[in-house]
C-alpha cells in the first residue's frame, strides 16, 4: 500500500474521480457510513422475512438463470451459496490491474449501502476488511457479456470463500493463503449474499471510470501537441476569438484556453485568408470529445450509487429487477468512443499538414535543410494506422443480439468489451500525441522558432527523449519514450498548474493521485 490519504466513507451516494482514483491506487482507508449500515440490515431483515414465510427468493431459496423455478431446501443453501459464487469463477485471460478490482469492491460495498440490495452486513464489512487489507482478488477480464458482470465478479466472490487467487504484497497466491497471511479467514455466505458478490456491473464500472479519466488526461496532452503543431505551421488564432461569440460554451472554453496558451512567445503568422479545418476547427473537435467524456463520466458516476442487483429490496417488499442492463453507461461511452475518433482524426491531419510542406516553406517530410535524408514521409504512415485503429474502436457493439440461459437471459450490453475497446483506443491516441508532438518540433527547428508557453512545455518534453532530425535513424524507440513522458501524470499535472481547464480538470481528478 501506499501512504495513506483521508479517509473515504462510504454512503450509497455516487462516488467521485477523486474517490475512484484513490482507492483505485489503494492510498485511502474506506469506512461505511453508520446510518448507511442500518439501511444494509433493515434491508436484510425484510429477505430474511421473505424467507422464513416461504416467499422464493431469485438466488436465495431458488437457482438461478434457466434454474430460475428450481427450488431449494434449507439444508440446501450452504452448498448452494458456496457452490453458486465458485461456479461463476470462469473469467479467463489477461487480469484487470488491481487499481480496477479495488474500485469495483468499493463499488460493490456502495451500492449495498443503498439499502436497496439484501445483503448482510457481514458481507460489507467482509468487502471492507479486504481492501483494508489490500488482498486484491485476481480478476481475469474475459467473461462478462455486460448484464451483471457474473464472470468477473464471481472471481472477487471465490476469494471470499478461499478460492480462486489474490494479490497480497505483491505477491499472486492462491486465495486461501493470500487470506490466512492478511489474518482473514474464508468467509461463509449466507442465503442473498452469494448472488449479490456477483449479480453486478461493479467490476465494469470501475475499468470504466479508470478508462474514461485516462482518456480525459490523454485528450487534454492532445490538446496541448494541437496547439503546438499550430505553432509551428503558424495558424491564425481569430477562430479561437471567434468562438466565443458563435460557438457552445465548452466551445468558447476551449477556443479561450488554446488563446491563452498561444500567448507569451513570437508566435508565426502564415495564414493568408484562412487556415485548413484541421487547425481552424479544433475548438469544436476537442470540445466535443471533451463534452462526450463529461457526459459518460456523469453516467457512471451515476451509477456508483445505485444498486444494479436483481432482486432488490424496495418499500418493504422483495422485487425483481431489470436494473443489471447498465445500457445508459454503455451507450455515452460508446458515443465517447465516437468523440475520440474525431480527435484522432483532427490530429492525424494536423500530422500531414506537417509533413506535405504545404505552409512556412517547410521542406516535404520534414526533412532538415542541406541533408540526404527520407525524413519522415514513412512516420506518417504509423499516424494513420493509428487514427485508423481509433476509428475501428469507435463501432458500436452494444446492440449485438444474443440469447443464452434458454432463452431467458436475451439483453447484454458487452460493457466490458466497450470499455477494453475504449482503453485501446486511448493507448492509440497517447501514441499519436507522441507523433504529432516529434513532428512539431522537428517544424520549429528548422523554422528557428523559440515556443514559450504550452507549446514551450511540450517542445522541452520532446527534445528531452528526441533530438532533432538530421540523418535517417530508427525512430521507434523515441517515440516510445516520448509517448511515456507525455502521457504521463507529471505533464498532466503541469499542464494544469500552468493553465487548467477547471470544471474539467477537476471532475475527472486529472494529475497525479493525492
Known amino acids: 500500500m501506499n501512504a495513506m490519504s483521508a479517509i473515504i466513507r462510504l454512503d450509497g451516494k455516487p462516488l467521485s474521480f477523486a474517490d475512484l482514483?484513490?482507492?483505485?491506487?489503494?492510498?485511502?482507508?474506506?469506512?461505511?457510513?453508520?446510518?448507511?449500515?442500518?439501511?444494509?440490515?433493515?434491508?436484510?431483515?425484510?429477505?430474511e422475512t421473505a424467507i422464513a414465510n416461504g416467499q422464493p427468493v431469485y438466488g436465495a431459496t431458488t437457482g438461478?438463470?434457466?434454474?430460475?423455478?428450481?427450488?431449494?431446501?434449507?439444508?440446501?443453501?450452504?452448498?448452494?451459496?458456496?457452490?453458486?459464487?465458485?461456479?461463476?469463477?470462469?473469467?479467463?485471460g489477461e487480469a484487470f490491474p488491481l487499481e480496477v478490482v479495488r474500485g469495483a469492491m468499493a463499488i460493490r460495498v456502495n451500492m449495498a449501502l443503498t439499502g436497496r440490495v439484501g445483503c448482510t452486513v457481514d458481507l460489507v464489512n467482509m468487502y471492507l476488511q479486504l481492501l483494508s487489507a489490500?488482498?486484491?482478488?485476481?480478476?481475469?477480464?474475459?467473461?462478462?457479456?455486460?448484464?451483471?458482470?457474473?464472470?468477473?465478479?464471481?472471481?472477487?466472490?471465490?476469494?471470499?470463500?478461499?478460492?480462486?487467487?489474490?494479490?497480497?504484497?505483491?505477491?499472486?497466491?492462491?486465495?486461501?493463503?493470500?487470506?490466512?497471511?492478511?489474518?482473514?479467514?474464508?468467509?461463509?455466505?449466507?442465503?442473498?449474499?452469494?448472488?449479490?458478490?456477483i449479480s453486478t456491473n461493479a467490476v465494469a464500472y470501475a475499468a470504466a471510470a479508470r478508462?474514461?479519466?485516462?482518456?480525459?488526461?490523454?485528450?487534454?496532452?492532445?490538446?496541448?501537441?494541437?496547439?503546438?503543431?499550430?505553432?509551428?505551421?503558424?495558424a491564425s488564432r481569430d477562430p479561437w476569438k471567434a468562438v466565443a461569440h458563435v460557438g457552445t460554451e465548452r466551445e468558447a472554453n476551449i477556443g479561450s484556453w488554446l488563446?491563452?496558451?498561444?500567448?507569451?512567445?513570437?508566435?508565426?503568422?502564415?495564414?493568408?485568408?484562412?487556415?485548413?479545418?484541421?487547425?481552424?476547427?479544433?475548438?469544436?473537435?476537442?470540445?466535443t470529445g471533451f463534452e462526450s467524456l463529461m457526459v459518460a463520466g456523469r453516467t457512471i458516476l451515476a451509477a456508483t450509487g445505485r444498486t444494479d442487483d436483481n432482486p432488490v429490496v424496495a418499500g418493504g417488499q422483495v422485487l425483481t429487477s431489470g436494473g443489471s442492463l447498465p445500457l445508459d453507461v454503455t451507450v455515452f461511452l460508446q458515443t465517447a468512443q465516437l468523440g475520440m475518433a474525431h480527435i484522432a482524426r483532427n490530429s492525424f491531419n494536423r500530422c500531414v499538414l506537417l509533413g506535405n510542406g504545404g505552409r512556412r516553406d517547410l521542406p516535404v517530410n520534414l526533412v532538415a535543410p542541406g541533408a540526404i535524408a527520407t525524413g519522415f514521409g514513412p512516420i506518417i504512415k504509423l499516424a494513420g494506422e493509428l487514427f485508423a485503429r481509433v476509428?475501428?474502436?469507435?463501432?458500436?457493439?452494444?446492440?449485438?443480439?444474443?440469447?443464452?440461459?434458454?432463452?431467458?437471459?436475451?439483453?447484454?450490453?458487452?460493457?466490458?468489451?466497450?470499455?477494453?475497446?475504449?482503453?485501446?483506443?486511448?493507448?492509440?491516441?497517447?501514441?499519436?500525441a507522441a507523433l504529432e508532438g516529434i513532428l512539431s518540433a522537428q517544424a520549429m527547428d528548422i523554422s528557428g522558432d523559440q515556443p514559450g508557453n504550452v507549446?514551450?512545455?511540450?517542445?522541452?518534453?520532446?527534445?528531452?527523449?528526441?533530438?532533432?532530425?538530421?540523418?535517417?535513424?530508427?525512430?521507434?524507440?523515441?517515440?516510445e519514450a516520448v509517448e511515456g513522458a507525455l502521457g504521463s501524470d507529471a505533464l498532466v499535472g503541469e499542464l494544469i498548474s500552468h493553465s487548467t481547464i477547471m470544471d474539467l480538470d477537476e471532475f475527472f481528478a486529472l494529475g497525479p493521485v493525492a
Open 259 to 287: 488563446y491563452f496558451n498561444a500567448m507569451g512567445w513570437d508566435w508565426p503568422n502564415a495564414t493568408h485568408i484562412q487556415d485548413p479545418l484541421s487547425l481552424r476547427m479544433m475548438s469544436q473537435v476537442f470540445a
Open 134 to 197: 489490500d488482498v486484491v482478488p485476481v480478476v481475469r477480464r474475459t467473461g462478462s457479456i455486460g448484464c451483471a458482470d457474473i464472470g468477473l465478479m464471481g472471481q472477487i466472490g471465490a476469494v471470499l470463500t478461499g478460492a480462486g487467487e489474490a494479490v497480497y504484497s505483491g505477491e499472486r497466491l492462491p486465495a486461501e493463503i493470500a487470506l490466512a497471511r492478511a489474518g482473514l479467514k474464508p468467509f461463509k455466505l449466507a442465503p442473498r449474499d452469494s448472488l449479490a458478490s
Open 455 to 479: 507549446p514551450g512545455i511540450i517542445y522541452t518534453l520532446v527534445r528531452r527523449h528526441c533530438a532533432f532530425y538530421r540523418n535517417d535513424r530508427p525512430l521507434s524507440a523515441e517515440v
Open 211 to 234: 478508462a474514461l479519466r485516462d482518456a480525459a488526461g490523454t485528450v487534454r496532452v492532445l490538446l496541448a501537441t494541437g496547439l503546438t503543431t499550430a505553432g509551428a505551421l503558424g
Open 64 to 92: 438461478v438463470g434457466a434454474m430460475k423455478d428450481v427450488q431449494w431446501s434449507p439444508e440446501d443453501y450452504d452448498a448452494f451459496n458456496l457452490g453458486l459464487v465458485r461456479a461463476h469463477h470462469f473469467g479467463t
Open 21 to 47: 482514483a484513490r482507492i483505485g491506487e489503494g492510498i485511502a482507508p474506506l469506512s461505511a457510513d453508520s446510518d448507511a449500515l442500518e439501511r444494509v440490515a433493515i434491508a436484510r431483515d425484510v429477505i
Open 391 to 432: 476509428l475501428s474502436l469507435s463501432n458500436p457493439v452494444s446492440a449485438m443480439s444474443m440469447v443464452v440461459a434458454g432463452g431467458l437471459e436475451d439483453e447484454a450490453t458487452f460493457l466490458p468489451l466497450v470499455v477494453e475497446r475504449f482503453e485501446r483506443q486511448v493507448v492509440a491516441l497517447q501514441r499519436l
